[in-house]
């Protein structure tokens, strides 16, 4: 069975983590879109208050099909400690029955295990497996030094036993 790194990014870092690790484990990725403007310092706002109370947006693409894939990895930015409303509604829309997940968030400094642990639960409910998890800061990274960030967890976290 194939695998798939699923992931939202507002700014580009969870979108850099996750094609570092699918080129690291020959993974296809799919982004999903937030339709709703989440950039400048109002929406910054706006989009916590979504995160904190879970509120549903619309995203592109509207539904993604799971069905090729053995094992899904699910990434997030931390929204005030929360997953962000695009992953959120992603997952609530999905059919996760039987598969093996891997959640991950990138994050500031703080509240990235938040995030994993709600996905947890979400993931759970749709009948999905978390068979390992991580969080990556991202503060004052530079591109290079996510990849290198990433590549560590690979290794520390042994990814590449999954989904053979
Ligand atoms: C609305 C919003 C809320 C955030 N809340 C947190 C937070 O609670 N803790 C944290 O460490 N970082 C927080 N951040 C920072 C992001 O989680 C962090 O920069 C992340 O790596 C960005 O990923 P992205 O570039 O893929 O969007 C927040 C960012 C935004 C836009």
Not at 40 to 66: C, F, M, Q, W
Not at 118 to 129: L, N, P, T
Not at 133 to 153: H, P, Q, Y
């Amino acid at each position: 069975m194939k695998t798939v790194i699923v992931f939202y990014s507002r700014t580009r870092k969870t979108a850099h983590v996750s094609k570092t690790l699918a080129k690291q484990i020959n993974a296809d990725t799919i982004e999903i879109n937030d339709l709703k403007d989440r950039m400048g310092v109002i929406n910054y706002l706006g989009s916590s208050l979504d995160a904190l109370r879970e509120n549903k947006t619309n995203i592109k693409p509207d539904t993604i099909d799971l069905s090729d894939y053995g094992l899904i990895y699910i990434g997030s930015p931390t929204w005030a400690s929360k997953p962000a409303p695009a992953i959120i509604t992603m997952i609530d829309k999905c059919d996760l029955k039987g598969k093996d997940v891997i959640l991950f968030s990138t994050m500031g400094n703080s509240g990235g295990l938040k995030v994993v642990e709600r996905m947890r639960e979400k993931i759970e409910a749709r009948g999905g497996r978390m068979v390992n998890s991580f969080t990556i800061k991202t503060s004052g990274k530079k591109i290079d030094e996510l990849v290198e960030a990433t590549e560590k967890i690979l290794d520390e976290k042994d990814l590449k036993i999954y989904g053979i």
